[in-house]
């Protein structure tokens, strides 16, 4: 499995876009970079996720580099709700039709008033 | 509506005990998990279930153990508790095709073993 990493931790002013990398040197060809977030104790949730190509939906846009090896995950207008710890996580095919993800520590990000 | 419920939320028990902790997903998915999130905040795998097939994570101690009645139903069983069991558990569910890295996650229970 690919391994992670994110910064602890990030600062972000509300309204303002919330940048947060992730670094996925060893990541293999056929897996996909997705994206969690966990607010306070809840379970996490699913913001986003991608394989090569830029995506974007109601939440969140995924830049992934060309060569893979890392990826920013943007809150375009950050609000209070989004202080969470977001979760960079590979996904591979664990077999018997499952995918288990690979949780790391994440990136606790503060969005401050 | 709630998609994936887990029961009880808080479980309080003391060592050598054996628990169950209840998982229901109404999303109709054919996949469901278990998850472990200890002290330190770590979120690891514990389990895969799909189709009556299991994949076990390998570091996950033989107390363990999960059981589905049903393909909306994964219920996990420990039995012999010890301290270290203390922790949150998140049950989680997803749908082999389309985006099956989309898990669903539960609320958590969180077990503290005395």
């Known amino acids: 499995d690919a391994k992670t990493t994110q910064p602890p931790s990030m600062d972000c002013a509300e309204g303002r876009a919330a940048n947060l990398p992730c670094n996925h040197s060893t990541i293999s060809g056929n897996e996909y970079v997705y994206w969690y977030r966990q607010i306070h104790s809840q379970g996490p949730q699913y913001i986003i996720h991608g394989l090569k190509n830029n995506e974007t939906n109601e939440m969140a846009s995924l830049i992934i580099t060309e060569d893979r090896k890392s990826s920013t995950l943007i809150l375009p207008h950050a609000t209070l709700r989004d202080t969470a710890v977001y979760y960079c996580?590979?996904?591979?095919?664990?077999?018997?039709?499952?995918?288990?993800?690979?949780f790391g520590k994440g990136t606790k990000l503060s969005v401050i008033p | 509506d709630t998609a994936v419920s887990q029961t009880p939320k808080y479980l309080v028990t003391q060592m050598g005990n054996d628990k169950s902790i209840k998982c229901e997903q109404n999303l109709g998915h054919d996949t469901m998990y278990w998850y472990k999130q200890d002290s330190k905040k770590f979120l690891k795998i514990m389990f895969s279930y799909n189709n009556k097939e299991l994949i076990i994570n390998e570091t996950v101690p033989n107390r363990f153990s999960p059981k589905s009645p049903d393909k909306a139903h994964l219920n996990l069983h420990i039995n012999s508790l010890e301290l270290g069991d203390s922790a949150v558990y998140f049950c989680?569910?997803?749908?082999?095709?389309?985006?099956?890295?989309?898990?669903?996650f539960g609320p958590g229970t969180r077990l503290t073993v005395l």
């Open positions: 996580t590979p996904r591979a095919y664990s077999g018997a039709g499952s995918y288990q993800l690979t």
């Open positions: 989680a569910s997803s749908q082999m095709s389309g985006a099956p890295g989309e898990q669903f």
